[in-house]
């Protein structure tokens, strides 16, 4: 479960211990998975909660927690994510940040656990997505903002569509090794997600926001 210290994924991560998971809390600092899993350990009285160092805007950091991996894996969350990061912000090799780490990172994830996941016979992919999709394509041309205007919305839109197409995909190409992959909604809920946007907003509020349409 990645981003398992905060928010969603915690609540998740939690409600998945409390019937009877083995739960492995992957954060980016080592003190907040620490201290997430001993929460969660301590809430739902499970032996059963580990946590590993996983920072999705580092493939190293990825490639790393793939390898340190042992055993079959039945469910993987990919849940961590950032939004509208108010400047344009690049990963070490180039690649904008939310893109990097809402995608990319839970992409290098899932193909580098895929054995794991095989070696389940019959595991579940969760993508986090949003309704936030519906605003922008994977603009395959421009992935990274170099040849038009940094948007921070469009930036995370872009990533979140991408999360969808990554569990269309993986079903696709996986499912010969049981793996099956959904995209998930979670509705808006107010958590650090939000600590550049003030709050999350409903669907009416969001189309109030949007500019209005020229004929
Ligand atoms: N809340 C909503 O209304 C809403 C709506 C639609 C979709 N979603 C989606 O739901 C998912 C969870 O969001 P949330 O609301 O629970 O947000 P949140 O409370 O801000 O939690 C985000 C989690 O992602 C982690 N994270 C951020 N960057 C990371 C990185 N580079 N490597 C590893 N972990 C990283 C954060 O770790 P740190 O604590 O270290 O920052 C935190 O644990 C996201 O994918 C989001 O897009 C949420």
């Known amino acids: 479960m990645t981003g398992a210290n905060a928010g969603i994924g915690y609540e998740t991560a939690r409600a998945l211990a409390g019937a009877g998971a083995q ?3 992957a954060a980016r600092r080592d003190s ?3 201290d997430a899993a001993a ?3 301590a ?3 499970s032996p059963h909660v ?3 160092l996983l920072d999705l805007a580092d493939l190293e950091s990825v490639a790393r927690a793939a ?3 042992s055993g079959p894996l039945h469910i993987l969350v990919a849940n961590a994510g950032i939004m509208t990061v108010p400047e344009l912000t690049r990963t070490g090799p180039g690649h904008e940040l939310q893109f990097a780490t809402n995608y990319l990172g839970h992409f290098a994830v899932a193909t580098g656990l895929r054995p794991a996941l095989a070696a389940a016979g019959g595991a579940r992919i969760v993508c986090l997505s949003s309704s936030a999709h519906l605003h922008s394509p994977v603009v395959f041309g ?3 903002f170099r040849f038009r205007p940094y948007d921070p919305r469009q930036a995370y839109a872009a990533s979140k569509t991408a999360m969808v197409m990554l569990a269309v995909e993986a079903t696709r190409r996986w499912a010969g090794d049981g793996i099956h992959a959904n995209a998930v909604n979670p509705g808006a809920i107010a958590t650090g997600l939000q600590k550049y946007t003030g709050g999350p907003q409903t669907p009416v509020e969001r189309r109030r926001e949007r500019p209005p349409r020229c004929s």
Do not use: C, K, Q, Y
């Open 43 to 45: 809430s739902t009285g």
């Open 50 to 52: 580990s946590h590993v």
């Open 23 to 25: 739960v492995v809390v």
């Open 67 to 69: 390898t340190d991996w």
């Open 39 to 41: 929460r969660i350990a």
């Open 32 to 34: 907040a998975g620490r």
């Open 142 to 144: 421009d992935l990274d």
